[in-house]
């Protein structure tokens, strides 16, 4: 059974700085690439940084590039966001998401996070909210 579970949200004042981990089972993880994923209320979901199956591609929202990083650890089957300078706009729920990709498809990460390559499995979410 796929599963992708996430963690590591919370409460963080501005300014602050949080790691959630999506840790993924019932496929094997060199075969999919992973995003991260945000959604607000009453704002559209957003792509906020996607990684492709090796690990070698990673793409940003123009809104966390600079302030978040996204790392895989295929044999831990755990994909990481790094938050840094946290600000209220990043309040929202995180989802991870995996898509399988040639593990040379170094596009695959763009296309994920902006909505033009299909998504084939998603985690239940992890609030992170931001404020004083």
């Known amino acids: 059974q796929v599963q992708l579970v996430e963690s590591g949200g919370g409460l963080v004042q501005p300014g602050g700085s949080l790691r959630l981990s999506c840790a993924v089972s019932g496929f094997t993880p060199e075969d999919y690439a992973i995003g991260w994923f945000r959604q607000a209320p009453g704002k559209e979901r957003e792509g906020v940084s996607c990684?492709?199956?090796?690990?070698?591609?990673?793409f940003y929202a123009d809104s966390v590039k600079g302030r978040f990083s996204i790392a895989r650890d295929n044999a831990k089957n755990t994909v990481y966001l790094q938050m840094v300078t946290l600000n209220a706009e990043d309040t929202a729920n995180y989802y991870c998401a995996a898509s399988r990709a040639p593990r040379t498809a170094e596009f695959v990460p763009q296309a994920m996070c902006v909505g033009t390559y299909g998504l084939d499995y998603w985690g239940k979410g992890t609030l992170v909210t931001v404020s004083s």
């Open positions: 990684i492709s199956s090796s690990g070698g591609s990673q």
